[in-house]
């Protein structure tokens, strides 16, 4: 771990760590040339890997950091810089001030209808843009979703990112884990629905939404497949919902790719239709909340 006051590149300070897992451990630092506060991410191996492992890893790291650095959304963490110093490999990203979504709902509780179906609708936008550019994130999840000061959701982390070519998707896969099980399509782990693409993140989007909703997640996809009564209906498991939101939720979480949104734009076109909450009861906690406190700052 690098200790604060370590200077790389004679340019990024290191301030802090702010965490790290999978393949990858974050500090938050500060770039001299630029005078502002930058999270730099170093790729570090899994112990015990292969030559030829550690070489493809590296290289996907790298690819990660060239991939990331050509989307420009105010919805999606960038990626500025990438080098190697000392036999260790960075990339240098925005560090993005708020507090992640499962941190505000664990925080303040099961968010308000017409919250989620905003923050929902926000964050199609920046994925639909990713799909555009050929971009899967495939690790979709309430940690990976930072919600700003003024409400506005950013999409991080993108260790599972694939490039994704329609017409030929078992190319350019920049594999390094299966994603989170509860927000995990059925197909991220290789059953025969097909390989990832833009469905897979939807799945992975209503399942965060589920989670915005409710305060739970959704069970494992595979533990659906066995036992389907593991997933109660949404309308059951939280009544005070509109049937039109609980009709979007689980549409993008359906098990066959078929049957869930072609993409992104769509399941947001069915969102923004989706009437907001107005009548009935809704438990104390669920309600609209975009004011975090002032001492928190994340990383992308």
């Not at 301030?15 to 790729?43: C, N, P, T």
């Not at 399942?207 to 739970?216: D, N, R, S, V």
């Not at 497949?225 to 609980?246: D, F, K, N, Y």
């Not at 989706?274 to 438990?283: I, T, W």
Request: aromatic share 6%; proline share 7%.
């Amino acid at each position: 771990m690098l200790p604060p006051g370590h200077v790389l590149q004679s340019r990024y300070t290191i301030q802090d760590h702010l965490g790290g897992g999978g393949m990858g451990s974050v500090y938050r630092a500060y770039d001299h040339r630029l005078s502002i506060e930058v999270a730099v991410k170093e790729f570090v191996p899994q112990p015990g890997l292969r030559p030829e492992e550690m070489a493809q890893l590296r290289s996907q790291f790298h690819q990660e950091a060239t991939t990331l650095a050509r989307l420009k959304h105010p919805g999606v963490a960038s990626v500025s810089d990438f080098f190697e110093e000392d036999g260790r490999v960075f990339l240098v990203m925005q560090l993005v001030a708020g507090e992640t979504l499962a941190k505000l709902v664990e925080r303040v509780g099961p968010l308000a209808e017409a919250e989620v179906a905003r923050l929902g609708a926000q964050l199609l936008t920046a994925l639909d843009y990713c799909h555009q550019h050929q971009v899967l994130h495939r690790d979709i999840k309430p940690s990976n979703i930072i919600v700003l000061a003024d409400g506005a959701p950013v999409l991080v982390d993108f260790g599972l990112v694939k490039q994704w070519d329609p017409a030929n998707p078992t190319t350019h896969s920049l594999l390094r884990g299966m994603g989170t099980p509860h927000y995990a399509s059925p197909e991220h782990y290789g059953f025969a629905t097909g390989h990832t693409d833009a469905r897979s993140d939807i799945y992975s989007v209503g399942a965060t939404l589920y989670f915005a909703l409710t305060g739970q997640a959704p069970p494992v996809a595979t533990d659906r497949l066995l036992r389907p009564e593991l997933m109660a209906p949404l309308g059951q498991t939280a009544p005070w919902l509109s049937p039109a939101i609980v009709a979007v939720i689980d549409q993008a979480l359906a098990l066959a790719k078929d049957t869930r949104f072609a993409s992104a734009a769509a399941m947001r076109a069915a969102l923004l239709g989706a009437p907001a909450y107005a009548g009935g009861a809704v438990p104390s906690s669920a309600r609209v909340t975009t004011a975090l406190p002032a001492s928190a700052q994340r990383r992308a």
